[in-house]
């Protein structure tokens, strides 16, 4: 009938009910099935935080260990994708070659595309959850030219990862403790947000029938976007061009002159009106990582005085702006020696296990096409002009 909630940017409309993450954005809380992201990062592990997304409970020590073992059992692909990968060109953005590589992974798991079988459903999750690391390796080694290396399915899904990245044939990788631990934790931390742009992205590309791999495919494709999981490096871009503490105060007033596109990277969030608490356990994490290597990295010192600059001014304080998860990340990531063009990507694989379970919740209950509608302010009726009168 033409009538319509304008909302745009999807502000004030809920699009699906969930039982997976409440978010309450004033107090700076989030919840997984009811679990503080702060005691699932400290106290449990990443593939303990996919079991629970994915099935409401955590599991107990047999159900882990199974849930654990199934999906490093699973972390090779096809041979067939090595070929599928060559195809890229070598300076391809890594989050170019994921849209690529997950879209697919449709092409080799036929049972895949009967979304209405719960079995094959569940078997597509724990797919995603097992090769995204592997999948995210291979586009890194692509970019530099190394061979790829097979995963190690004795080592923790970030230990793991971490070995598919650095070892090489000639070298063993090592694999610190530590630095696995918090590889870990970052994937944790991004594992799920609620109804964010590249879960609605998915469940809209889902809501179609479309398969689980094409949808997260899309995903990841939202995802790639600065205003989203593209912030991490934006945020080490801008500390790079700050270069300084001393023209920390030139860019906070870039960021709040209206006349200047620049934003603060890492500083706001549409639901949080308060601390993202996942920043606070980056924050934490950051520090344990550089104390574990031994790195005094001035973009660290940069970021502290920045967000204590910022946090102080009224700008900041009467817009709510925090730093947000994505502040800290990219700091660690580097620390770990992971390229700034890599930081999306891992973003991408730590918040598969959100998105296949949105996907998931969705088809497995009642849902409807999602139809956004919009207002119209083009012209009005008007008749066709031949070419040769325009
Ligand atoms: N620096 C300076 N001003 C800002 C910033 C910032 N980072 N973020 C918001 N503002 C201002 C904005 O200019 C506006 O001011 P005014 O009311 O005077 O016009 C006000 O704050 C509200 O901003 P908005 O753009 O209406 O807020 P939004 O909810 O549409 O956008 C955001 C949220 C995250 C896109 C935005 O805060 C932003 O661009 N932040 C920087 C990018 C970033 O860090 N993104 C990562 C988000 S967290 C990870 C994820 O979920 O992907």
Known sequence: NGVFTYDPGFVSTAACESKITYIDGDK?????????????????????VCYLLLYGELPNAAEKEQFSSMVMKHTMVHEQMVEFLKGFRRDAHPMAIMCGLVGALSSFYHDSLDITNETHRQITAHRLISKMPTLAAMAYKHSVGQPFMYPRNDLSYGGNFLHMMFATPCEEYKVNPV???????????????????????????????????????????????????????????????????????????????????????????????????????????????????????PQLRIAKRLEQIALEDEYFIDRQLYPNVDFYSGIILKALGIPVEMFTVIFATGRTPGWIAHWHEMISGSYRIGRPRQLYTGPEKRDFVPLDQR
């Open 179 to 297: 630095l696995a631990r918090a590889m870990d934790k970052i994937f944790t931390l991004h594992a799920d947000h609620e109804q964010n742009a590249s879960t609605s992205t998915v469940r809209l590309a889902g809501s179609s029938g479309a398969n689980p791999f094409a949808c997260i495919a899309s995903g990841i494709a939202a995802l790639w976007g600065p205003a989203h999981g593209g912030a991490n490096e934006a945020v080490l871009k801008m500390l790079d061009e700050i270069g300084d503490e001393s023209r920390i105060e030139e860019f906070v007033a870039k960021a709040k002159d209206k006349n200047d596109p620049f934003r603060l990277m890492g500083f706001g969030h549409r639901v949080y009106k308060n601390f993202d608490p996942r920043a606070k356990v980056m924050k934490k994490t950051c520090d344990e990582v550089l104390g574990e290597l031994g790195i005094n990295d």
């Open 28 to 48: 700076g809380v989030l919840l997984h099935r009811g679990y503080p992201i702060e005691q699932l990062a400290e106290e449990s592990d990443f593939l303990e």
